[in-house]
């Protein structure tokens, strides 16, 4: 299928706030504090979902050290945006966390301030944002995280072209690419692995649209209990999630497909206007500290600074698995995102 001119420039970044507003979420349940607690002793950060890697470890430890209530928060990247764009000139977060395609238009929308975490100095330059709005905190791989005991007698898929096979009609899902850092990272991972890149998007949807015909279906929130349930017997997520369902008795496996996958980053920053800035600045410099990047890695989440700790990375896949993840040029992706989204909502869709 000819596509010219998919990428223009003339609609790069409108911040989210088109395609995303509808997606907010109007959920504060998450963002109260625990009993007794003032409006003094908490932090909200927003995407923050306590079954997300080990975001519910991270954030209890925090309040253990520092008494300040750390509410898990579910919204996803895209939902994130579209409420701090909302909010903005009454702040409610103080923190947020979002994939790295997300960074530029955060800083757009003007809804993050500049704070150097203390112990984040030395993260590399591509993955911090020049002004330091934002900073890569650690970094996950797009994966398959199968439920071997829901595939009615299927093998374990072990490449993107397996997942079209009508063995697995309806067995398949991935989160919204057009919401959630992650879809559009796993929707950028396939596109690549395919033969595609950020200015032809052509194998990427072809694939998707063909993934759909099989019964492929998208969630907006993190999927990973419905993989355990085995509602979703195979989801196109982050590795990092996978390994959490092993750990915690699911029988699945994590496969990095055989035609290539993608490296994601995830940022953090102090949302601009933060109602408890002291209190945002406090759980940023616990991300990265010692404890912080720790608990991150029990979660399998891999540092920007430093390696996988020995006795993380002898429960995880082969370092020859991981270096079929490429990296890309991150500021791009986001730049090229709401082009996408248009394309994507016009050719699958869901």
Same mark, same amino acid.
């Given at each position: 299928?000819?596509?010219?001119?998919?990428?223009?420039?003339?609609?790069?970044?409108?911040?989210?706030?088109?395609?995303?507003?509808?997606?907010?979420?109007?959920?504060?349940?998450?963002?109260?504090?625990?009993?007794?607690?003032?409006?003094?002793?908490?932090?909200?950060?927003?995407?923050?979902?306590?079954?997300?890697?080990?975001?519910?470890?991270?954030?209890?430890?925090?309040?253990?050290?520092?008494?300040?209530?750390?509410?898990?928060?579910?919204?996803?990247?895209?939902?994130?945006?579209?409420?701090?764009?909302?909010?903005?000139?009454?702040?409610?977060?103080?923190?947020?966390?979002?994939?790295?395609?997300?960074?530029?238009?955060?800083?757009?929308?003007?809804?993050?301030?500049?704070?150097?975490?203390?112990?984040?100095?030395?993260?590399?330059?591509?993955?911090?944002?020049?002004?330091?709005?934002?900073?890569?905190?650690?970094?996950?791989?797009?994966?398959?995280?199968?439920?071997?005991?829901?595939?009615?007698?299927?093998?374990?898929?072990?490449?993107?072209?397996?997942?079209?096979?009508?063995?697995?009609?309806?067995?398949?899902?991935?989160?919204?690419?057009?919401?959630?850092?992650?879809?559009?990272?796993?929707?950028?991972?396939?596109?690549?692995?395919?033969?595609?890149?950020?200015?032809?998007?052509?194998?990427?949807?072809?694939?998707?649209?063909?993934?759909?015909?099989?019964?492929?279906?998208?969630?907006?929130?993190?999927?990973?209990?419905?993989?355990?349930?085995?509602?979703?017997?195979?989801?196109?997520?982050?590795?990092?999630?996978?390994?959490?369902?092993?750990d915690e008795g699911a029988d699945v496996e994590v496969v990095?497909?055989?035609?290539?996958?993608?490296?994601?980053?995830?940022?953090?920053?102090?949302?601009?206007?933060?109602?408890?800035?002291?209190?945002?600045? %406090?759980?940023? @410099?616990?991300?990265?500290?010692? $404890?912080? &990047? *720790?608990? +991150?890695?029990?979660? /399998?989440?891999?540092? !920007?600074?430093?390696?996988?700790?020995?006795?993380?990375?002898?429960?995880?896949?082969?370092?020859?698995?991981?270096?079929?993840? %490429?990296?890309? @040029?991150?500021?791009?992706?986001? $730049?090229? &995102? *709401?082009? +996408?989204?248009?394309? /994507?909502?016009?050719? !699958?869709?869901?």
């Amino acid at each position: 299928m000819n596509r010219p001119g998919r990428v223009r420039a003339t609609l790069v970044v409108l911040a989210g706030s088109i395609a995303l507003a509808s997606c907010a979420s109007a959920d504060t349940s998450a963002v109260t504090g625990g009993a007794g607690a003032s409006s003094d002793d908490i932090v909200i950060t927003y995407n923050s979902p306590a079954e997300w890697g080990n975001y519910g470890e991270v954030l209890a430890a925090f309040t253990q050290s520092t008494g300040i209530q750390a509410p898990n928060d579910p919204k996803n990247s895209g939902q994130a945006l579209a409420a701090l764009q909302a909010e903005k000139s009454a702040p409610v977060a103080d923190v947020a966390y979002a994939g790295i395609a997300f960074g530029q238009q955060l800083v757009e929308a003007g809804v993050l301030q500049a704070y150097e975490p203390a112990g984040s100095a030395e993260v590399p330059a591509d993955l911090r944002d020049s002004d330091g709005n934002w900073t890569a905190v650690h970094t996950g791989t797009v994966a398959f995280i199968v439920n071997t005991d829901h595939l009615d007698g299927a093998p374990v898929p072990t490449s993107w072209a397996d997942l079209l096979d009508p063995a697995y009609s309806g067995m398949v899902g991935y989160l919204d690419p057009t919401q959630a850092a992650v879809g559009y990272s796993a929707a950028t991972a396939a596109n690549i692995a395919l033969g595609g890149d950020l200015h032809d998007w052509a194998p990427g949807l072809d694939y998707l649209a063909a993934l759909k015909e099989n019964g492929a279906s998208t969630s907006a929130q993190t999927a990973t209990a419905k993989v355990a349930q085995g509602e979703i017997p195979i989801l196109i997520d982050t590795d990092f999630n996978g390994y959490k369902l092993r750990d915690e008795g699911a029988d699945v496996e994590v496969v990095i497909p055989e035609e290539g996958s993608l490296q994601i980053p995830y940022i953090v920053g102090l949302v601009a206007g933060s109602p408890h800035a002291d209190n945002g600045q %406090a759980l940023l @410099d616990f991300y990265f500290s010692d $404890e912080g &990047q *720790q608990l +991150f890695a029990e979660g /399998y989440m891999r540092p !920007v600074v430093g390696d996988v700790p020995q006795e993380i990375a002898e429960r995880t896949l082969p370092a020859e698995d991981y270096e079929r993840a %490429a990296t890309i @040029d991150y500021v791009e992706q986001g $730049e090229v &995102q *709401q082009d +996408f989204i248009q394309l /994507y909502e016009e050719e !699958v869709g869901f």
